[in-house]
């Protein structure tokens, strides 16, 4: 997604005033990717630690 993303972005000029809202939207999915990712890590992590028990 990070690299689609950033290069839509490049496409939209500058002035456009749609750019920081779409820019604002795309920062918000990468942190709930990385979010998503920890959380299915933790999740991971926490079944191992529980079935070893």
């Keep these: ?3 689609e ?3 839509e ?3 939209i000029s500058h002035e456009d005033e749609m750019r920081s809202k779409l ?3 795309g920062v918000k999915r990468i942190l709930e990717e990385k979010q998503e990712k920890r959380k299915r ?3 991971g992590f926490l ?3 529980t ?3």
Aim: aromatic fraction near 10%; glycine fraction near 4%; charge should be positive.
């Design 51 to 53: 079935n070893h028990s």
């Design 23 to 25: 820019l604002l939207h």
């Design 1 to 3: 997604m990070n690299k």
């Design 5 to 7: 993303f950033f290069s």
């Design 47 to 49: 079944k191992r630690k």
């Design 41 to 43: 890590g933790l999740l």
């Design 9 to 11: 972005m490049r496409k």
